[in-house]
């Protein structure tokens, strides 16, 4: 067997299986959950009723390259989404199954883990395919930790220099998942200037990009900041997805784009590893890259239910909207508890679910920085956020009343 199986960790929900086995939740009240970061909005019907109007594709084997008219459809979305003059569909963009699969193989296409000193940068906290396929890859993964002084930037200055040398690949992931933040120009800056100098490729997770709160303030995009700055893609490729956007999470959708090549390469791997799309789900993919209609209709869902819960767990916690995506990440200190015992008695006594946010980061330079905060995504009905706020108000206030 592969013995780098060994070094994957558990998944942080196998984690809070395992927290919450032996509790019993208060069994009035029915389940909530803010726990898992999967969309529930309804998918819209007309990329439901595309994708079933044309199943004569599943006749046809797919190319890697998808077909000519996604990718043109993709390279016009991100040149209308970002104000680039012009995205080449031939060889500036992919399309993948879901951003998942393409954030773990593209660390298989670019890592060299035949030198054996080889790191991996992500962000602390951040999403765990990044660690997986670091150490699947042959690397070691390193974490620049958040600093929520920052706006919860990752603080690169903190990296020794030592490090950076050895750094083959870096993960950004914005709008974060769990924070919610979104790198600004400057950031980029700093980035493509490290980049630069050490050579690492780097690879921006964009799956939150269309849920923001602000429809005159889309978040900045990473080929956005690269052609902004007056530069070209090199040694960037960005990670977009249809899940969040358009609540499509089980169609496994979604693109990369940026420097051509890299792209060639990704492509080359992705030929042997059989990442190509299936064709009906090509179809109903072009048709919802080209509808904005449902996307401002599922921000404004987001918009509505923050507006209600988030007022409401500022009471009680220090927590704050975050810049776009849809999760809280609230510190909890305030309540005694840590961020792992505030998840197992809320669940216990509010039959509600959270993240701990430990639980979505690793130690470094002696600290987890997710210590004491837990993520809540706000997937659910707004009724059920808004229930599940009044009972997390409920609970801080018993806590605050016991101390
Ligand atoms: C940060 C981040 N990146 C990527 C993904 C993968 O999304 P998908 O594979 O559906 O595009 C997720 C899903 O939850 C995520 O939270």
Redesign the pocket.
Same mark, same amino acid.
């Given at each position: 067997m592969n013995p780098r199986l060994d070094l994957l960790q558990p998944y942080p929900f196998e984690k809070l299986k395992a927290l919450f086995a032996q509790i019993r939740p208060n069994a009035a009240l029915p389940p909530i959950s803010f726990g898992i %970061?999967e969309p529930k909005h309804p998918t819209p019907a007309f990329i439901r009723d595309t994708l079933a109007s044309s199943l004569a594709g599943l006749a046809s084997y797919p190319s890697t390259a998808g077909s000519e008219a996604l990718r043109q459809c993709i390279a016009a979305w991100i040149e209308r989404r970002y104000g680039l003059p012009r995205v080449d569909p031939a060889t500036e963009v992919l399309p993948v199954t %879901? @951003?998942?699969?393409a954030?773990f193989a593209f660390a298989q296409t670019v890592v060299d883990g035949t030198r054996g000193d080889a790191l991996v940068l992500c962000p602390n906290p951040f #999403?765990q395919?990044y660690e997986g396929a670091a150490l699947l890859a042959g690397a070691t993964p390193v974490f620049a930790n958040s600093d929520p002084a920052r706006n919860f930037a990752p603080a690169f200055d903190r990296i020794a220099a030592d490090v950076w040398p050895r750094v083959q690949l870096l993960y950004v992931?914005s709008p974060g998942?769990p924070t919610g933040a979104v790198l600004s120009l400057d950031d980029w800056r700093q980035l493509f200037a490290l980049s630069d100098l050490h050579g690492f490729v780097i690879a921006a997770?964009e799956? #939150?990009s269309e849920i923001y709160f602000d429809e005159a303030r889309p978040p900045l995009g990473a080929l956005e900041a690269a052609h902004k700055l007056g530069r070209g893609f090199e040694r960037l490729v960005v990670f977009s @997805?249809l @899940?969040k956007r358009s609540n499509v999470?089980g169609l496994?959708s %979604?693109f990369v784009a940026g420097d051509a090549a890299l792209l060639s390469r990704f492509l080359l791997y992705r030929t042997y590893h059989g990442g190509a799309m299936n064709p009906s789900v090509q179809t109903a993919s072009i048709a919802a890259w080209n509808d904005e209609v449902h996307v401002r209709e599922n921000r404004a869902a987001y918009v509505r239910k923050f507006d209600q819960v988030t007022p409401m767990l500022a009471e009680v916690l220090d927590v704050a909207l975050p810049d776009a995506g849809f999760y809280l990440w609230a510190d909890v200190s305030r309540t005694g508890l840590s961020d792992v015992e505030f998840a197992a008695r809320l669940y216990a006594e509010q039959h509600l679910t959270v993240l701990p946010g430990s639980y979505l980061a690793r130690e470094a330079d002696g600290i987890n920085p997710g210590a004491n905060r837990v993520r809540m995504a706000l997937v659910a009905t707004p009724e059920e956020c808004a229930e599940g706020a009044r009972r997390i108000v409920e609970f801080c206030r018993g806590m605050a009343r016991a101390a």
């Open positions: %970061g %879901g @951003s998942r699969e954030l #999403y395919i992931c998942n997770d799956c #939150y @997805s @899940s999470p496994r %979604g």
